[in-house]
């Protein structure tokens, strides 16, 4: 079903948030803890700072950036695009291909309920977003 919406993908779901403060290194340890490819940046009440994921990480050790002394906010994708929870998985996956992300955060009043990445959806969902690709490719 390809209309599933991100309140049910999102089901149970506790995202990985940190504040600011934290450093690199502890981000990417708490997503290697929990298996996660992201991590939420958020101020004390749950407001979106940005997002911190695995290209940003790999992009500061690039730059030769330490990871135990920089701070979050040095290193995360600031006022990253996000999705209502009544938003469906098919416009998920439209924004993540459209704009090259992994990982996109719902939100709801302002406040981060949960994050969605690619692998969070199902192959229906995915097989309908390459026949829309390619009709439009064929089209143009």
């Known amino acids: 079903m390809t ?15 940190l ?3 934290a450093t ?7 997503m290697h803890a929990r298996g996660v490819g992201a991590v939420l940046v958020t101020d004390p ?3 979106l700072l940005g997002i911190f994921t695995g290209r940003d990480a790999v992009r500061m050790l690039a730059r030769a950036h ?11 994708t600031r006022h990253p ?7 469906t998985a098919i416009e998920a996956l439209r924004l993540m291909h459209d704009g090259g992300f992994r990982h996109v955060p719902v939100m ?3 406040v981060v309920i949960g994050v969605v990445s690619r692998g969070d959806f199902r192959g229906l969902e995915q097989d309908r977003l ?5 009709l439009w490719e064929r089209i143009g």
């Open 45 to 47: 009440q749950g407001g």
């Open 130 to 134: 390459d026949e829309e690709t390619g």
């Open 24 to 30: 690199v290194q502890e981000a990417c340890r708490q």
């Open 19 to 21: 504040p600011p403060e």
């Open 66 to 76: 330490d990871p135990v002394a920089t701070p979050l906010r040095h290193g995360m």
């Open 3 to 17: 209309n599933r919406p991100m309140s049910e993908i999102l089901r149970n779901q506790v995202p990985l948030t």
């Open 81 to 87: 695009h996000t999705l209502p929870p009544g938003c």
């Open 108 to 110: 709801r009043d302002g």
